[in-house]
């Protein structure tokens, strides 16, 4: 017989932390890793959340699941809307997500030809349709989006405090990345009262490799035989 481990997915993603090369990652702050912390955040057809431990290893959590919040007057008047289409509270992947995104789109977007085809396609194909319009509503959404993952990455790292690394991950971040300048990024990212120095020493990373979860599960697995 062969002994079988099931592992959750979003803990590979963690684990494979461990085994990125510098050509798996782009840096998007000049803040270098000085820690046995690091944190992963990936928006895919939910919102995973994972840090891994030098010591202890790779942990998941259910944070994906909170309340979103918002910073902004324009974020409270979009997660109103987006709270009317859900029917309660939304939670950060219904609007940090691929579902998130249809969300933020079909919350401000007008009768149309992209939002009947929205409507109309299967749950997984909406966020590909959305992020290759050029309607103002659909780059709306997507500039939305991008600043909602500010938001959630600097929940994260006050959570975690990964100063080994903050890492993005997942289909719609690498969808999103084009539609946010990096400058404007790191400020939403940093604007906080009273821990904006602490979170710029905090290093940002892009993963722009769709191959993070199965690095972890081969280091998950030599795990399994040392």
Known sequence: RVPITVRNDFEANAAGL???????????????PQGPVKALLGPGTGLGVAWLDAVA???TSEAGHG?????????RAL???VAARVGHAPEWEDVLSGPGLANLYLARSKPGRLRRAVLGAPVAERPKLISASREPAARQAMEAAGG??????QDVALAFLPYGGLYLCGR?????????????FLAQFAAHPSHAA???RIPLF???????????????AWGLVE
């Open 79 to 81: 997660l109103q809307a």
């Open 206 to 220: 892009h993963v722009r490799t769709w191959d993070v979860g199965l690095l972890g599960a081969a280091v998950l």
């Open 148 to 153: 909602f993952l500010a938001s959630k990455a």
């Open 57 to 59: 290893g790779p942990r």
């Open 198 to 200: 602490l979170l710029r």
């Open 67 to 75: 309340v979103a919040a918002a910073r902004t007057a324009a974020q």
């Open 172 to 184: 719609i971040t690498d969808a999103l990345r084009p539609h946010f300048a990096r400058a404007r």
């Open 18 to 32: 461990a085994a990125l090369s510098p050509n798996h990652v782009q840096a998007l702050s000049r803040a270098q």
